[in-house]
Nanobody, 115 residues
């Protein structure tokens, strides 16, 4: 069993940056591929980026070149560095295993990109 707790969201102007953090509990964290997802009210939750336990990364086309996912297995954390933010990046951001496990969803962290 793993629990994920997201933090680091906020209000930022277009073109700005934010760094999200995901703190995971459980000794098995290092065995999981972990991903960031995001959801806008009324729409489905979408994949943003993932990182395998070996450090390989994949990104949604909409964020490629702007977002960077990283992990620190010693600290049980995953980060999402978001640069050149756009209004369409506004959403609640969640981390979870990849593929996602229903029982592992946390509360998420709100990111709002607006001038």
């Amino acid at each position: 069993q793993v629990q994920f707790v997201e933090s680091g969201g906020g209000l930022v102007q277009p073109g700005g940056s934010l760094r999200l953090s995901c703190a995971a509990s459980g000794s098995s964290f290092r065995l999981y591929a972990v991903a960031w997802y995001r959801q806008v009210p009324g729409k489905q939750r979408d994949f943003v980026a993932r990182i395998t336990n070996g450090g390989n990364t994949n990104y949604a086309d909409s964020v490629k070149g702007r977002f960077t996912i990283s992990r620190d297995n010693a600290k049980n954390t995953v980060h999402l560095q978001m640069n050149s933010l756009k209004p369409e990046d506004t959403a609640v951001y969640y981390c979870n295993a990849f593929p996602a496990v229903n029982d592992y969803w946390g509360q998420g962290t709100q990111v709002t990109v607006s001038s």
